[in-house]
């Protein structure tokens, strides 16, 4: 358990350094326009009012609009996600799956939280803030959590032959 807690300490301190340095924000920057643009066409399904400009969406009939900036594009959470994933011991063909499962599941649910902090903040402000800072914060970490449990619940079981018996 030591082990794996070092482990994961040191990768997510790696992984949260490359993501400050430029190379990472030439990164991080267009995914956050990325999760705009395809959070506004999953929007306009609906609503077609609603326009996209960079990582800003915003509702033509009343100008409101979120900016998805730093922490709010879930690569934290992926960061968290991918350091657990990664520190566990377990083979690395299960390693690569929990990687791309997880992070997919996580980014879906943030898209989610962007979209329903777009009409959230529409409709009354100070629910905005709340579920924006605090509701959301948790229930995006909490995903984490529970994606990273139901990958190690799917670990392969080793094969006697494994054990050198």
């Known amino acids: 358990m030591l082990r794996f807690l070092l482990i994961f300490l040191l990768i997510m301190g790696v992984l949260f350094a490359l993501e400050l340095t430029p190379p990472g924000q030439a990164l991080v920057h267009p ?8 959070s506004t066409f999953l929007i306009t399904l609906f609503d077609p009012k609603v326009i996209t400009y960079g990582n800003i ?12 900036e730093a922490g709010c ?7 968290v996600l991918s350091a657990a994933i990664l520190a566990f011991p377990s083979p690395w063909r299960h ?14 649910f943030n898209i989610l939280r962007i979209i329903s902090l777009f009409y959230l903040g529409q409709w009354r402000m100070d629910a905005f803030e709340f579920a924006h800072l605090y509701l959301w914060q948790g229930l995006i970490m909490l995903d984490v959590l529970v994606v990273w449990l139901i990958w190690i619940r799917t670990m392969p079981l080793e094969s006697p032959a494994h054990h050198g018996a």
Do not use: D, P, R, T
């Not at 995914?31 to 395809?38: K, P, T, V, Y």
């Open 95 to 108: 390693k690569m799956l929990g990687l791309v499962m997880g992070l997919i599941i996580v980014q879906a």
């Open 31 to 38: 995914w956050a326009a990325s999760l705009a643009g395809f």
């Open 57 to 68: 969406i915003q509702s033509q009939v009343n100008g409101f609009g979120v900016s998805i």
């Open 73 to 79: 594009n879930a690569v934290e959470a992926c960061i």
